[in-house]
């Protein structure tokens, strides 16, 4: 059975904007209080999804959510109109309407963890919806996240779509962003990465910042994944978590054979290396990075192993790097060597994503991985894989409904609101998704 892999990136929504609310994501909270322009955001988004459409790579899309998230402000203890509740709360203290309002939706790596039907012992594609629930303003997606994959993936004999794992705390999960897939003729391995135990020594925790992914919750996906023997279960660095690398995604990036990673990424690297080789066989490449060579503040600032490592029709790869990254001399010269030294990387790109990575989110955080056999993709029956006439669609859609500046204080606006509705709206209806968000089935 052949697989090919769908790339479903996220989309900014109308409400993008710099709100400092990640702490530990040092982007996040540099660039806190910027000042913010959706539609161009978004814009940006839909143009690194054509660019990888024109390299051959299988392109997909998953909807914004809305914002702001007034039914969490009414379980907050606001009351009204919808206006009124955004009011009140706007006057009681605006950090909670900023986590109501943020737009990560759009980093699609933290939506779900996912498992191909070729690697789960009931021969199903497995998606855990992440919970997110290190992070107030991400912990409000997973609902709606669990909603638009079960209306796309809803096939129950093709596609399994898992609940966001119960117990915050112990059990925090952040989705695909600490999970790397990596496939050989020898074998595959489901590499699990977690930067705290719930039930574990305390004393090489990272110290300054949060570690967001529990072993608990990495373990309990591989589980309902149903990975079996192919999961490996590993730990981030904790000086890694604490330069910035609130997921490993942000030092370390996979794809079949080929393993890019900082010495930071993980502990242990070099004994993780030799348990990848001894699992994947002689064809498994590994290209380290040490601190001499790049700085963990170089790799954290400008994102290189936060690309994507693409198959491409013609089956060598391409790395599509952050323009940040080629603006990073030592970023640069790691990517060089690396389309210089590992054979099956032919192209290096790099895409300009900087809205997104003004808050920590580089071209890898933008798309959640589903690998596909044709069976399942047919068996796809909403309007989410983006061939030229979707994008375009969706650039006029962008177009005719984002503005091009967004403060907390336009919320007060209830024309705004209504604004923010017809938007997503319209979106639902264009995707074939139905009526998925909470506002439309009231
Ligand atoms: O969870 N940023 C996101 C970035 C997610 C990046 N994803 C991956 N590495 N896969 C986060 O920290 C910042 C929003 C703000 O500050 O307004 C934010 O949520």
């Given at each position: 059975m052949t697989l090919t892999e769908y790339n479903f990136d996220g989309l900014a929504g109308p409400t993008h904007g710099y709100s400092g609310l990640?702490?530990?994501?040092?982007?996040?909270?540099?660039?806190?209080?910027?000042?913010?322009?959706p539609r161009a955001a978004a814009l940006q988004g839909l143009g690194k999804m054509r660019f990888l459409t024109e390299l051959g790579v299988h392109q997909a899309v998953l909807p914004p959510q809305p914002r702001p998230d007034v039914a969490s402000l009414r379980r907050w203890g606001f009351s009204g109109s919808d206006a009124e509740v955004v009011a009140r709360a706007l006057a009681c203290d605006e950090t909670l309407v900023r986590w109501a309002s943020s737009a990560s939706a759009m980093w699609t790596a933290n939506a779900a963890t996912v498992?191909?039907?070729?690697?789960?012992?009931?021969?199903?594609?497995?998606?855990?919806?992440?919970?997110?629930?290190?992070?107030?303003?991400?912990?409000?997606?997973?609902?709606?996240?669990?909603?638009?994959?079960?209306?796309?993936?809803?096939d129950e004999e093709r596609f399994a779509v898992h609940?966001?794992?119960?117990?915050?705390?112990?059990?925090?999960?952040?989705?695909?962003?600490?999970?790397?897939?990596?496939?050989?003729?020898?074998?595959?391995?489901?590499?699990?990465?977690?930067?705290?135990s719930a039930s574990g020594a305390a004393r090489t925790a990272p110290r300054r910042y949060p570690a967001r992914q529990t072993r608990e919750a990495s373990e309990a996906v591989a589980r309902l994944n149903q990975v079996g023997d192919a999961a490996l279960s590993w730990r981030q660095a904790p000086d890694g978590i604490d330069a910035g690398a609130f997921h490993t995604d942000v030092l370390a990036?996979?794809?079949?054979?080929?393993?890019?990673?900082?010495?930071?990424?993980?502990?242990?690297?070099?004994?993780?290396?030799g348990e990848l080789g001894s699992r994947l066989g002689?064809?498994?490449?590994?290209?380290?990075?040490?601190?001499?060579?790049?700085?963990?503040?170089?790799?954290?600032?400008?994102?290189?192993?936060n690309s994507q490592l693409v198959t491409l029709p013609d089956r060598t790869m391409a790395l599509v790097a952050p323009e940040e990254a080629r603006q990073n001399p030592a970023a640069l010269r790691y990517l060089e060597r690396v389309q210089a030294q590992v054979p099956e990387v032919g192209r290096l790109c790099f895409v300009d994503v900087n809205a997104s990575m003004k808050n920590g989110g580089g071209p890898a955080c933008l798309?959640?991985?589903?690998?596909?056999?044709?069976?399942?993709?047919?068996?796809?029956?909403?309007?989410?894989?983006?061939?030229?006439?979707?994008?375009?669609?969706?650039?006029?859609?962008?177009?005719?409904?984002?503005?091009?500046?967004?403060?907390?204080h336009d919320l007060a606006d209830p024309e705004f609101l209504r604004e923010l509705e017809t938007a997503l709206d319209e979106l639902s209806t264009l995707l074939g998704l139905g009526s998925v968000y909470e506002f439309q089935r009231a």
């Open positions: 990640s702490p530990g994501n040092l982007a996040s909270e540099r660039h806190a209080g910027a000042s913010a322009n498992a191909p039907s070729t690697d789960t012992s009931d021969g199903r594609l497995h998606l855990t919806v992440a919970n997110l629930s290190s992070m107030v303003h991400r912990s409000l997606e997973a609902a709606t996240t669990y909603r638009v994959l079960g209306r796309i993936f809803a609940e966001p794992l119960p117990g915050p705390g112990a059990f925090s999960d952040e989705g695909a962003a600490n999970h790397c897939r990596l496939a050989s003729d020898a074998g595959r391995v489901h590499l699990f990465a977690w930067g705290r990036l996979g794809n079949e054979n080929v393993l890019l990673l900082h010495e930071l990424a993980f502990v242990d690297a070099e004994r993780l290396l002689a064809n498994f490449r590994a290209c380290l990075a040490r601190s001499d060579e790049l700085p963990v503040a170089d790799a954290v600032a400008s994102y290189p192993f798309r959640l991985r589903v690998p596909l056999c044709e069976d399942e993709r047919n068996a796809v029956t909403a309007r989410v894989f983006a061939g030229e006439a979707l994008l375009s669609d969706l650039e006029a859609w962008v177009k005719r409904r984002y503005r091009d500046r967004f403060t907390l």
